[in-house]
């Protein structure tokens, strides 16, 4: 059974920083590439940054230079660091495991953890 669980969210001071894990079990970790993904109410959901199994790295262009995405194959589990952070930062951020090429493999998500981003 796959399993995904982020930890980290809750609610911190305009400026602040915040740390998010999710564990991963059930997958072979260190052949997913990882992702971070946040919902805020009534928007899409967004692609905030991705890992590769060779450690590359992306981000999206609200995050870039404030968000670093890391991940530790040996506890299977990813990090979003999230500094600098901002009201419109404010969502539901969830991890999201999925193998390549993306059209062969399933995609796995956690259940999310909130952040929330207030003063």
């Known amino acids: 059974q796959v399993q995904l669980v982020e930890s980290g969210g809750g609610l911190v001071q305009p400026g602040g920083s915040l740390r998010l894990s999710c564990e991963a079990s059930?997958?072979?970790?260190?052949?997913?590439?990882m992702r971070w993904y946040r919902q805020a109410p009534g928007k899409q959901r967004e692609l905030v940054a991705t890992?590769?199994?060779?450690?590359?790295?992306n981000y999206a262009d609200s995050v870039r230079g404030r968000f670093t995405i890391s991940r530790d194959n040996a506890k299977n589990t990813v990090y979003l660091q999230m500094n600098s952070l901002k009201p419109e930062d404010t969502a539901v951020y969830s991890c999201?495991?999925?193998?390549?090429?993306?059209?062969?493999?399933?995609?796995?998500w956690g259940q999310g953890t909130q952040v929330t981003v207030s003063s």
């Open positions: 999201n495991a999925r193998r390549s090429p993306d059209r062969y493999y399933a995609e796995y």
């Open positions: 059930g997958i072979t970790f260190s052949i997913n590439n």
């Open positions: 890992i590769t199994t060779s450690g590359s790295t």
